[in-house]
T-cell receptor, first 114, second 118 residues
């Protein structure tokens, strides 16, 4: 299957700072990538759809100014958590959709805000 | 709106035995895909199997197979000869075929935690 790389796998930051998470499709081009948030033993909650060359589409209740998404190329999308607070601590997962409409997932990023 | 329901929060099975995970869904689309993903303790989401709705034949991938009942909107996953490495959380998922920015957006079930005992 296709490979999606997500970096970093774990990040600890101080409250009020910003954190950037990268998601790369390594062996295919992805015009669409997705960003999810997951709490322990729960399902994935879609935060936003990232479209190459255009603005991201955010799900209801997700703050656009808090979670900045940039999809500048066909292989890279980034999620920046701005002015992070302890309540933003979570597991964030990205996925990239291929031409067959299959989503391949990154390994996830554990964010801990102190 | 699409919904996906997994009614078994947790299941367990003995090694080498067979287990079936249930999934039901609701959709207004006629031609669509369905997926099963597994998330082991590493939390890496892995595609297990996919089914195309227009195909009557149930998909099979080695020890994994599905029972797809389109009229009943049911999509269960059968794991044969269970192995310790099958221990994971399993998610049933359905992507939308809607156009525009919603294309390919996945709706996930609540997940089933499967534990394989030695």
């Amino acid at each position: 299957g296709a490979v999606v790389s997500q970096h970093p796998s774990w990040v600890i930051c101080k409250s009020g700072t910003s954190v950037k998470i990268e998601c790369r499709s390594l062996d295919f081009q992805a015009t669409t990538m997705f960003w999810y948030r997951q709490f322990p033993k729960q399902s994935l909650m879609l935060m936003a759809t990232s479209n190459e060359g255009s603005k991201a589409t955010y799900e209801q209740g997700v703050e656009k100014d808090k979670f900045l998404i940039n999809h500048a190329s066909l292989t890279l999308s980034t999620l920046t958590v701005t002015s992070a607070h302890p309540e933003d601590s979570s597991f964030y997962i990205c996925s990239a959709r291929d031409l067959a409409n299959i989503q391949y997932f990154g390994a996830g990023t554990r964010l801990s805000v102190l | 709106a699409q919904t996906v329901t997994q009614s078994q929060p947790e299941m367990s099975v003995q090694e080498a035995e067979t287990v079936t995970l249930s999934c039901t869904y609701d959709t207004s689309e006629n031609n669509y895909y369905l997926f099963w993903y597994k998330q082991p303790p590493s939390r890496q989401m892995i595609l297990v199997i996919r089914q195309e709705a227009y195909k009557q034949q149930n998909a099979t991938e080695n020890r994994f197979s599905v029972n797809f009942q389109k009229a009943a909107k049911s999509f269960s996953l059968k794991i044969s000869d269970s192995q310790l490495g099958d221990t994971a959380m399993y998610f049933c998922a359905h992507p939308t075929n809607a156009g525009g920015t919603s294309y390919g957006k996945l709706t996930f079930g609540q997940g089933t935690i499967l534990t394989v005992h030695p």
